[in-house]
């Protein structure tokens, strides 16, 4: 398993960005592909962005596309997820999460569930004011 820390969250005005980070631990990180999620209390994580491990291969849901950037950088261990152009409805919990299996796809990410399976991190609150 891969050991994640999330930082870079905040407090930020409709329209604005932010960048987070994921730490993770260990020298596996590069044999896994890598997602970030986010989650709002009462409801289920969201799968927003994945990527393969090599980084050439991205996947965003449709209610990020063209605003949020995911790209990881390997020989330093580390997740990225730019997010530009941000609105109210992007507020919540942001955690970075590796699948279970280094075989997982990124393109398979999307059903991940935080507290079902893979390795997630202590999460990031982001809070965009409108």
């Known amino acids: 398993q891969v050991q994640l820390v999330e930082s870079g969250g905040g407090l930020v005005q409709a329209g604005g960005s932010l960048r987070l980070s994921c730490a993770a631990s260990g020298r596996t990180f590069s044999s896994y592909a890598m997602g970030w999620f986010r989650q709002v209390p009462g409801k289920e994580s969201e799968f927003v962005a994945s990527i393969s491990r090599s980084g050439g291969t991205t996947y965003y849901a449709d209610s990020v596309k063209g605003r949020f950037t995911i790209s990881r950088d390997n020989a330093k261990n580390t997740l990225y997820l730019q997010m530009n152009s941000l609105k109210p409805e992007d507020t919540a919990v942001y955690y970075c999460?590796?699948?279970?299996?280094?075989?997982?796809?990124?393109?398979?990410?999307?059903?991940?569930?935080?507290?079902?399976?893979?390795?997630w991190g202590q999460g990031t609150q982001v809070t965009v004011s409108s």
């Open positions: 999460a590796a699948p279970a299996s280094t075989f997982t796809r990124a393109q398979a990410m999307g059903p991940m569930s935080r507290g079902a399976s893979g390795s």
